[in-house]
């Protein structure tokens, strides 16, 4: 059974930082990684997937790695702006399914 | 290119009602699944439909139940509400491939309270 984990739970940076999100999973046999964000009481908001196959997919201050075999995913964000305060998710989808594994995500506020 | 719409938004109910949440998917997409985000256990898959029919369930009690129309609209029924029912309800909408670019689009969820 799949499980995710995110750290840190929470982080507060200073505008303008440069940061990194962690996700860990237990199952590598993981077709992709997707990475959400949420902001608060709305729905989700789909960042970057990184295939099986890939190491990383960028989106402009946005970079996401995948080590299947250390089963761990990083989210790396450029620049930090107050606009980026919200709450990241990473989510494992497995072979064969059209699900998601979530972890509890990290609840990220940059301050002017 | 409209995204996946939920109905309601909020919805507030009593302990031992029933309730019933839409959701309608991105138009082409077969498979519909439905989440619960709670504060304490996250997000938690409930059951994914494709093509009518239930693919995969989650872990949650028979109370939970769903269903999937011909034109790939879903529905999602909870039966004798419990306090702990309270939660966002998110629906999923994507082509259903299984393959390792299938991507989820999420709705807006609905929040339901049982008071």
């Known amino acids: 059974k799949q499980e995710v984990t995110q750290i840190p739970a929470a982080l507060s940076v200073p505008e303008g930082e440069n940061l990194v999100l962690n996700c860990s999973f237990t199952?590598?046999?993981?077709?992709?990684l997707q990475w959400f964000r949420q902001d608060p009481g709305k729905g989700l908001t789909s960042l970057l997937l990184i295939q099986s196959s890939q190491r990383e997919q960028t989106s402009g201050r946005l970079n996401a790695s995948l080590d299947k075999s250390s089963g761990r995913s990083t989210l790396y964000i450029a620049a930090s702006q107050p606009g980026d305060s919200a709450t990241y998710l990473c989510?494992?989808?497995?072979?064969?399914?059209?699900?998601?594994?979530f972890g509890k995500g990290t609840m990220l506020l940059v301050s002017p | 290119k409209a995204g996946v719409t939920q109905t309601p938004r909020y919805l507030i109910k009593t302990r031992g009602q029933q309730v019933t949440l839409s959701c309608s998917p991105i138009s082409g997409h077969r498979s519909v699944s439905w989440y619960q985000q709670t504060p304490g256990q996250g997000l938690q898959f409930l059951f994914e439909?494709?093509?009518?029919?239930?693919?995969n369930k989650g872990n949650f009690p028979g109370r939970f139940s769903g269903r999937q129309f011909s034109n790939s609209r879903s529905e999602m029924n909870v039966s004798t509400l419990e306090l702990g029912d309270s939660a966002l309800y998110l629906c999923?909408?994507?082509?259903?491939?299984?393959?390792?670019?299938?991507?989820?689009?999420f709705g807006s969820g609905t929040q339901l309270s049982v008071l």
């Open positions: 989510a494992g989808m497995n072979s064969g399914y059209s699900t998601l594994t």
């Open positions: 439909y494709f093509s009518e029919t239930q693919r």
């Open positions: 199952d590598s046999a993981i077709y992709n």
């Open positions: 999923a909408s994507s082509l259903g491939s299984r393959g390792n670019n299938e991507k989820l689009f």
